[in-house]
């Protein structure tokens, strides 16, 4: 090995994976942000006393979401590598990761965004339908704007849940920075990779983080 | 304007069913303020969500200008709820929107078009009286403009009838007078209908011409402000009288006075003109007796006063008889008060 501190280090494909692991996430935190408030939705509405009151589709919805949420990520991207590789005919590299990181991370978000749509006002509700709004009306100009501030920092503690899955999706043959602390810096012993890898994986995290900060604050009028 | 006939609305349980509402008659004109009263509880509340149907009436008939209310669905709905607005206790705005956004929403979901829109929301702020607030936050105004942007975006799509669900409620004195002042206003500029339901009876007499008395869901009186106040009939009003004309203060005052009291306390109950004159001063000269004023006060109500005058009759019994005649010639109830 050569001498001196972080010599150890292949900058070149450091900065592969620390790429493959910022496009995993974002990718996997748009589409889980969208599938997320649609379920969100849709056990908010059904629930009692709400708008589609259903007792039936909640209670469907509801299984499908805890099952979802419950079953441990590493044994979810194992389950589901026959669907990943039906719909992107690959199950390698880091798209064929997105399928389990959104269907795992959708369902989490999913509850999140339920406690949201709960926290707001009943009476603004009623204020809506007494001026003669529809439904589409009432969901997207009162309920997601008004639960706003809750649904960006729920999706701000998911994206960080989802930087964490990203490492774990090397397993797959993901690529990103966990695959790489994992086959160079735990199977070849190379601290230094793991270091940098964690390194960098917490400035995504803080950077993650941040953004939803400052997005949550500046949407938060109340 | 406004014709309920029967109507009745049942909220079932798995426990019971309870009746919120039960078989209410009211007939309200158009053009003006009508007024329902009664305490927490007495269906009031749910009687206003049936109007708009925000809750569906369980039987009966409903009709509102020209709509008949029990057999519009959906977009029919939607549409009449557009000239039956309404406001909140809790003014219920959207706290993401900016006032101007928040009165903007009627109209965009009436599909104005945003030049219009525009146009109508400045009309609207200058009306209520929110001139340089509009891109004010709800969170940044007080109670009292909170409830003009209500009353703001209630109005926005000229509506018919303006349903108000204890819209001072949760104000202060002083604002709660300002907010029925504009809605007063708004009533004689635009000759808007409206309907109030409070537990206040300062509101009923400050703006109402009419009023209806709830208690246990129904109806138990209703008849001019003025009437009321004059005769009520049931016990229940005559508690909500006695919240403008006594207070509890007044009372333990008079309470005192009839222990020490030489004369005979009699309490006046004076309407309208009558609060004007001065019978008090003409019953001395009349009757050549002692009058010791105790407690006084007068409540104004849309269409004239309201008072109550304890005073202390000192003098002869003969002579007290003869002030008792003098009164009731003159159109004063007067009411001989003792230890009770």
Redesign the interface.
Known sequence: MDEGFLSNVNWDNMLEATWETVYMSSIAIVFTFILGIALGLLLFLTSRNQLWSNPVINWFTAAFVNIFRSIPFIILIILLIPFTVAILNTMLGPQAALPALIIGAAPFYARLVEIGLREVDKGVIEAARSMGSNQFQIIFKVLLPESMPALISGITVTSIALVGYTAMAGVIGAGGLGDLAYRDGFQRNNAEVTLVATVITLVIVFIFQGIGDVLTRKLDKR | MIRINDVSKVFKTKAASINAVQNVELNIEQGEIFGIIGYSGAGKSTLIRLL?L?EVPSSGFIKIADYDMMTLRG?E??????E???I?Q?F??????TVRQNIA??L???GVSSAKRKERVDELIKLVGLEGRGDA???QLSGGQKQRVGIA?ALA?NPKVL?CDEATSALDPKTTSQILDLLYDINQKLGLTIVLITHEMHVIHKICGRVAVMEDGKVVEQGAVLDVFRNPSEEITRAFVKQITENDESLEVIEDQLDDANGTVVKLTFVGERTEKPFVSELIRNVDIDVNILQGNIARTKDGSYGTLFISLEGSEDKVKAALAFLENHEVQAEVITHG
């Open positions: 708009n925000l977009k709905l939607r549409k009449a709820r557009q039956i607005s309404m909140f809790h219920n705005l959207l706290w993401s929107r929403y009627p965009e979901i009436a936050y709800p969170s975006r799509n349903l």
